[in-house]
T-cell receptor
Framework: GAGVSQSPSNKVTEKGKDVELRCDPI?????LYWYRQSLGQGLEFLIY????????KSGLPSDRFSAERTGESVSTLTIQRTQQEDSAVYLC????????????FGPGTRLTVT | DQQVKQNSPSLSVQEGRISILNCDYT??????FLWYKKYPAEGPTFLIS?????DKNEDGRFTVFLNKSAKHLSLHIVPSQPGDSAVYFC?????????FGTGTSLTVIP
C-alpha cells in the first residue's frame, strides 16, 4: 500500500538550469495534481491530469513550466531556465478520480534556485 | 487573489482544551470544503470535509462547521492533544480545482 512518492526530496540548482521533478501516484488513482508552496504562502494549484483527458494547465505560472503524465502513472514537472522565484516546495497529489475530493499528497520536493 | 484565507498563522492551546481554527472564503461556487493536516517534511493528509449543503460534520474529536452566509469555515478539535500539533490547511473546491489557505500552525501544550 505505497502512498504518493516524489523525487528528489531536495534539489538545489543554479539559476538558468532546467529541473525535472517526479511524482509516482497511488496505483489506480486516475487524477493527479501538482501544487507549489512558496514560503509563507498556501498551496498554489499548478496543473492536474485526469485519465487520458487533456490536462488543466491553467495554474502554470509561465511557459517555463510544463508537465507530462504517462497514462495513469508517473508524472514529471519540468521547469526550464529556473529563476530564484521558482524556489518552493512542489507537492504532488493523487485521487481516485477528479470527482473525488480527498487527495493524497506526496512529501514534496524542496527546490532551491541559487 | 487569495480565495481562501486563514488569517491566524499560529495558535497555541493547552492540552485538553478546544482548538478552533478558522477559514474564510470568497467564492460562492465552492461545493466542498476540506481540512488537511501537515507535519514537517511530510505532505498534507486529509482530515475532514464538508459539503456545501451541510453546516456541520463530525468525526471523533474533529468537527467542521460551515456558515455559508458568512463564507466562513471552522475546525474544532476537542479535546486537543499534543499529537495534534501541526499545520492545518483549509481547502475549497470549485469544479476540478482546489484552493488552499496559507495554513495555521497549531501547538498543543502538554
Amino acid at each position: 500500500g505505497a502512498g504518493v512518492s516524489q523525487s528528489p526530496s531536495n534539489k538545489v540548482t543554479e539559476k538558468g538550469k532546467d529541473v525535472e521533478l517526479r511524482c509516482d501516484p497511488i496505483s489506480g488513482h486516475t487524477a493527479l495534481y501538482w501544487y507549489r508552496q512558496s514560503l509563507g504562502q498556501g498551496l498554489e494549484f499548478l496543473i492536474y491530469f485526469q485519465g487520458n483527458s487533456a490536462p488543466d494547465k491553467s495554474g502554470l505560472p509561465s511557459d517555463r513550466f510544463s508537465a507530462e503524465r504517462t497514462g495513469e502513472s508517473v508524472s514529471t514537472l519540468t521547469i526550464q531556465r529556473t529563476q530564484q522565484e521558482d524556489s518552493a516546495v512542489y507537492l504532488c497529489a493523487s485521487s481516485l478520480t477528479v470527482l473525488t475530493y480527498e487527495q493524497y499528497f506526496g512529501p514534496g520536493t524542496r527546490l532551491t534556485v541559487t | 487573489d487569495q480565495q481562501v484565507k486563514q488569517n491566524s498563522p499560529s495558535l497555541s492551546v493547552q492540552e485538553g482544551r478546544i482548538s478552533i481554527l478558522n477559514c474564510d472564503y470568497t467564492n460562492s461556487m465552492f461545493d466542498y470544503f476540506l481540512w488537511y493536516k501537515k507535519y514537517p517534511a511530510e505532505g498534507p493528509t486529509f482530515l475532514i470535509s464538508i459539503s456545501s449543503i451541510k453546516d456541520k460534520n463530525e468525526d471523533g474529536r474533529f468537527t467542521v462547521f460551515l456558515n455559508k452566509s458568512a463564507k466562513h469555515l471552522s475546525l474544532h478539535i476537542v479535546p486537543s492533544q499534543p499529537g495534534d500539533s501541526a499545520v492545518y490547511f483549509c481547502a475549497s473546491r470549485a469544479g476540478n480545482q482546489f484552493y488552499f489557505g496559507t495554513g495555521t500552525s497549531l501547538t498543543v501544550i502538554p
